[in-house]
């Protein structure tokens, strides 16, 4: 009996047993620290692609370039380019590695696992480069132009991102002295309309892009124009025996010929004459002409000119006599002192009531030889007339 009730509860327990429902074990699958990643590199530098997996196990990972061309399986690299390498800081690191990175290089890499389905990570690589001026399409360091011409200066320029130019004009303030202004509009092709001699200057382009070094070129632009004289004085006067300067200003570009000529013919240095030339400033000099021991014969018109291939240009200057002046004859003054009046006297008399003659009787009275009466009178006489008395001592 109780063989069979043990037998009973082997058998209920077994049949729990087989009837217990089944349990599933399941393993991680390897997973990446990121889905993408933005990488960025200047052209030249080292640059690493990063890639980090978790619970890898046995699976296996491989490297495609952007187009999708294997580089690496596990650290092994498969293609012969021997800048890519496998870094692996960390355990579950897989970093490429690319040497001496190029333009070509950019794109999008994938890190990827072999498992079903494939699992991969995306990095995409930006390759950047400096600005650099490619001289055989760009305008040369020296260009010429005529007045009046219209030109074009170019900066043929290449960098990625792309990159700006802008242009410069060395502005001359003198020959010592000068400063550097932004001109016209940013682009690789600056042009110049109805170019003047005042634009006879040197230019710069600057290429920049956010990376380092920015470039430049610099272009010399030289305006060629006729002559123009100009005069210092044009008359000049001095006495014969003396000497006497004239100066004439030249500008022209190219400076080819500028002399002093009289009567016709060009004037050479000797005993006489003497010619100095002056750098003054830019596509100007002065002609100096010294005339010593000045005779009769070195009056009249001295002749300034130059000449280019453009034009011609000349401008006269008179030499006159300067006579030396006649003094004013000389005025002998008397020594004698002046007369003057020192003190004027006026007497002023009127006759009272008791006056027995006029002037006029008075004097008839001593016509007739009344000589008392006359003497009487002649009182009055004074005292009725008014008399102005000069006293000079």
Known sequence: MIGLLGLDFFGLVLGVVTHLPSVKVETLEPSFDAPITNVTAVAGDTV?????????????????????????????????????????????????????????????????????????????????????????????????????????????????????????????????????????????VLQIRNISRYCDDVYQCVATNGVEPSASREMTVTVHFPPEIRLTNSKIKQRIGKETILDCEVTSNPQLYSAWTKDGRPIQNDDKFKIDLYDDYKNTLTLSLKISDIQESDF???????QNELGRDYQDTYLYELKPQTPAPTVQRSTQRPTTAKHVYIFTWTPGPYTPYTPRQDYQSSANGQSKIFSLNVAYLMGILTAVCVLIK
Not at 145 to 174: M, R
Not at 300 to 306: I, S
């Open 48 to 188: 690493t692609l990063p890639c980090s997996i978790k619970d890898l196990k046995d699976y296996k990972v491989m490297w495609l370039d952007h187009r999708s061309k294997t580089l690496t399986l596990e650290t092994r690299r498969i293609i012969a380019d021997e800048r890519i390498t496998i870094e692996r800081p960390h355990i579950s690191d897989w970093n490429l590695f690319i040497h001496g990175v190029e333009l070509a290089d950019a794109g999008k890499y994938m890190c990827q696992i072999n498992t079903d389905p494939v699992k991969i990570k995306y990095v995409v690589l930006s390759v950047h480069e400096p600005p650099v001026i490619i001289p055989d399409l760009s305008s040369p360091h020296r260009v010429t132009a005529k007045e009046g011409d219209t030109i074009q200066l170019v900066c043929n320029v290449t960098g990625v991102p792309a990159p700006t130019v802008t242009w410069y004009k060395k502005s001359s303030f003198s020959r010592h002295h000068s400063s550097m202004e932004v001109i016209g509009y940013d682009g690789m």
């Open 300 to 306: 009249g018109a001295y002749r300034c000119e130059a």
